[in-house]
């Protein structure tokens, strides 16, 4: 899929000095629509939208190659139970968001916990954050529910007000739909949806086929692949 990019803090300069930084987005831009619906189409009840399968994707790829994922922040009773979902084992926090919106700025606060709280486990500090989340375009395509995060949720809303708190260099990845000169049907119907994200994409007129129930949006956890170029640094 395609990636565009927004850095906070110098992220751009800072990351492509990283020597993990090819594999993640390697990882990310050669997985395809087609990836994605078939593994939705595994599930003996698929979920609304395409996140749960994209999310699933992205963990099996970056664990392929050696990205611990779901790294404690705290030691038991050190802190509350937090995690990332991938550490690169070196220098960057990774979180893939397709949480509700409103867990954004807690996002970022374990991101920059990470980097600058002296009470997170040595294993888990990082030097440079990443936030993937899906474009508004990828959103539409895979049917996620209105109240998901999006790229330009973070870029437009929260990087701009939470800035003067997020003190450290932090890359945003959007996903987007398409693949090389392929762009993903954003009128097809691999995804049922729910009425909230088939209304916020537009598509009013397919509500009736739509989920009414509440939202599919994943919650926090408690608890492969070409090298893609250089980023470009892309306003989806």
């Known amino acids: 899929m395609k990636l565009v990019y927004h850095p906070h803090e110098d992220a751009?300069?800072?990351?492509?000095?990283?020597?993990?930084?090819p594999e993640l987005i390697g990882a990310l831009s050669a997985i395809t629509d087609v990836d994605i619906v078939a593994r939705h189409q595994t599930y003996p009840k698929p979920?609304?939208?395409?996140?749960?399968?994209?999310?699933?994707?992205?963990?099996?790829?970056?664990?392929?190659?050696?990205w611990e994922p779901e790294p404690r922040l705290f030691e038991?009773?050190?802190g509350p139970e937090w995690a990332m979902d991938f550490h690169d084992r070196s220098a960057i926090g990774v979180e893939v968001v397709f949480n509700h919106n409103s867990y954004s700025p807690l996002i970022l606060n374990k991101l920059?916990?990470?980097?600058?709280?002296?009470?997170?486990?040595?294993?888990?500090?990082i030097r440079i954050g990443v936030v993937v989340a899906a474009t508004k375009r990828l959103k539409k395509w895979g049917r996620m529910d209105g109240s998901v995060a999006t790229f330009e949720s973070f870029r437009d809303t929260w990087l701009p007000y939470l800035g003067p708190i997020v003190t450290m260099p932090v890359m945003l990845i959007g996903?987007?739909?398409?693949?090389g000169d392929n762009v993903w049907d954003l009128e097809g119907g691999d995804f049922r949806g729910t009425v909230?994200?088939?209304k916020?994409?537009?598509?009013?007129?397919?509500?009736?086929?739509?989920?009414?129930?509440?939202s599919d949006a994943i919650e926090l956890h408690g608890e492969d692949a070409e090298t893609s170029p250089q980023p470009t640094l892309d306003d989806a």
Do not use: C, M
């Open 12 to 21: 751009d300069r800072i990351i492509t000095q990283e020597r993990r930084w």
């Open 47 to 66: 979920p609304a939208g395409a996140q749960t399968a994209l999310n699933e994707i992205i963990k099996e790829r970056l664990a392929a190659f050696g």
């Open 76 to 78: 038991p009773g050190d």
């Open 112 to 125: 920059l916990l990470a980097r600058r709280y002296e009470g997170v486990k040595a294993s888990s500090r």
């Open 175 to 179: 996903l987007d739909a398409e693949h």
């Open 196 to 198: 909230s994200g088939i």
């Open 200 to 214: 916020d994409a537009g598509l009013e007129r397919l509500v009736s086929d739509g989920d009414d129930s509440e």
